[in-house]
């Protein structure tokens, strides 16, 4: 007589647990560890909340010390006077050309020479990158660069602000860690395929570089969003002149006199100062989330040692 099997009792079968518990003392690491980082959230945005207030807050209040997370005698006469003048629109149109075509003339060299620099065989490798390394410790000094800018007939040009910062030695070294580190089976494989040099370098390296690369486009962005000194030695055309400068004679004439050249001010001080200081901030606080997943991965990723 055949038995027929019966199918084991589930409910009997004790469960396995599948993940490992926390120990105590990791727990409290994670609480304590997120309460700092919340603090130094906090910390970090509390004076850029503090400057916005102050930018919509009236004279008198910001001068008492008064204003801290919220605007008091809340106002726009700053920013309406400000945005109604043409030469603020002049200067941003500068300010967004100047940085656009400055970036990606610097982000051509940088990575172009990064590339070079990286490969072990390039003749002359080692004081080609010594050269590098000594312009992040000496330069010419102001006198010689300002001859030397003017004598090449570059003053009142938008080259002035361009070349002479095309290439940043620190980007170009965190570059060169990198391509280093790039493997160098898929150079070989491409290069058996057919591919020249420049082929290499345009469809296989740059493309698996896009946290580098996007990390060095911030950098040199920033750099040339925030610049204002070389405009102010370079440029006497107000028509070429970007908006950092604008705001920074802005800013220098009302804590100066109290009026701006062509301007009636009613809020100066501190507020001129505050609407200065968040009107140059802020397309760069926009512009960031959009290359902040590779802006860690990036630096990271060129710092590494071969």
């Not at 926390?22 to 690491?29: I, L």
């Not at 006198?143 to 090449?152: E, F, G, Q």
Request: proline share 5%; with cysteine.
């Amino acid at each position: 007589m055949s038995t027929t099997p019966t199918a084991p009792d589930i409910s009997a079968v004790r469960a396995v647990p599948t993940t490992i518990k926390d120990t105590r003392g990791y727990t409290v690491f994670r609480v304590v560890n997120a309460v700092l980082l919340v603090l130094v959230c906090l910390v970090t945005l509390y004076p850029f909340v503090n400057l916005i207030a102050q930018a919509f807050s009236s004279q008198g209040y910001i001068v008492a010390g008064e204003v801290n997370l919220w605007p008091k005698g809340f106002n726009l006469t700053t920013f309406e006077t400000v945005f109604g003048d043409e030469r603020f629109w002049t200067g941003y149109r500068n300010t967004i050309i100047q940085t656009v075509l400055a970036t990606g003339i610097a982000m051509v060299l940088t990575t172009t020479m990064a590339y070079a620099l990286s490969k072990r065989h390039l003749k002359g490798r080692s004081v080609f990158i010594g050269l590098v390394v000594v312009t992040m410790f000496f330069n010419g000094g102001l006198i010689p660069n300002y001859l030397l800018i003017t004598n090449l007939g570059l003053k009142n040009t938008i080259w002035a602000i361009v070349l002479p910062n095309a290439i940043s030695a620190f980007n170009l070294l965190v570059m060169k860690s990198f391509f280093e580190n790039f493997p160098s089976d898929l150079e070989e494989a491409a290069s058996i395929d057919g591919l020249t040099t420049y082929g290499i370098f345009g469809r296989i390296v740059l493309p698996l570089s896009k946290a580098v690369v996007a990390t060095m486009v911030l950098f040199y962005a920033v750099s040339f969003w925030n610049a204002w000194f070389p405009a102010f030695l370079y440029l006497s055309d107000p028509g070429l002149q970007p908006v950092t400068l604008y705001l920074r004679n802005l800013l220098a004439g009302a804590t100066g006199s109290g009026v701006e050249a062509g301007m009636e001010t009613v809020q100066i001080g501190a507020n001129i100062q505050a609407v200065a200081m968040l009107l140059t901030v802020l397309p760069i606080i926009c512009f960031y989330p959009f290359i902040q997943k590779y802006f860690v991965s990036g630096v990271m990723l060129g710092s590494v040692k071969g």
